[in-house]
């Protein structure tokens, strides 16, 4: 059912950058306009902006190069405006619904990885399982928001090594659907003494089950994993 909800600003900015290319005044390749020149056109903050560019980064839409700026990834160019179609519609989702849907798919995901995966693919993954934990145990809480991309980007990682691009497209498809739980399920956790130690132990066991290449219990461990976060909303 439709969300009543209002839409984010940073929804609104991406809805701008969608109606642009749509246009064709932006095309894959390009660069987008810096935070300060879009948040003067669209009379919004720059965090707003910041906002908007990172969760385009998080669906693989965008590219940020510090000191060059953000870059539109190469891609199809109905991809591109589907996946942000997604991230407008960002809100409107059930919670509990989008927890189960992923039980379903990262659990497969999260096998096949255990199962195919080398020595590069458990660097990359260790670096993002590192990443992750430097947020969460930051005391800032505006980082621990920012947190909900780095637990993206490890759960991301996991569904590339698969070698199942059919799950990296149904992951990039709900991408803006999973931040905006992951941001919403990060400020949770702040609240609940003791949760960030048993969100990074989650994470761990699933990086571990991989790494031993034990597909069954990674596939626990990640099933587990998102029914602790499920617990939460119910």
């Known amino acids: 059912m439709p969300s009543n909800k209002k839409k984010r600003v940073y ?35 720059r965090t707003s902006v910041k906002e908007a560019y990172s969760v385009l980064e998080s669906a693989g839409l965008v590219e940020i190069k510090h000191g060059s700026g953000v ?19 960002g809100e409107s989702f059930d919670i509990v619904e989008l927890m189960e849907f992923r039980q379903a798919i990262e659990g497969e995901t999260t096998y096949l990885a255990a ?32 947190g909900a991309k780095e637990d993206l980007d490890f759960h991301m ?15 990039y498809m709900i991408y803006g659907r999973l931040y905006e739980a992951l941001k919403d399920a ?29 597909p069954e219990l990674a596939r626990k461990a990640m099933s587990d994993h998102l029914q602790s976060v499920k617990q939460i909303y119910l």
């Open 11 to 45: 929804q609104t900015i991406v809805e701008h950058i969608k109606s642009a290319i749509e246009r064709k005044e932006m095309i894959p390749g390009d660069k987008l306009p810096s935070e300060r020149t879009l948040a003067a056109h669209l009379s919004v903050s």
């Open 71 to 89: 870059i539109l990834l190469e891609d199809n160019l109905d991809d591109v405006i589907m996946k942000m179609n997604v991230v407008v519609r």
């Open 115 to 146: 199962v195919r995966c080398n020595e590069e693919d458990l660097v990359t993954l260790h670096n993002a399982y590192l990443k992750f934990e430097k947020a969460v145990t930051a005391k800032e809480i505006t980082v621990k928001e920012i």
């Open 157 to 171: 990682c996991i569904a590339r090594i698969s070698r199942n691009l059919l799950f990296v497209e149904v992951m």
């Open 186 to 214: 990060s400020i949770k956790t702040v609240q609940i003494p003791g949760r960030n130690k048993t969100v990074l132990s989650e994470h761990y066991q699933i990086f571990t089950a991989i790494k031993d290449k034990n």
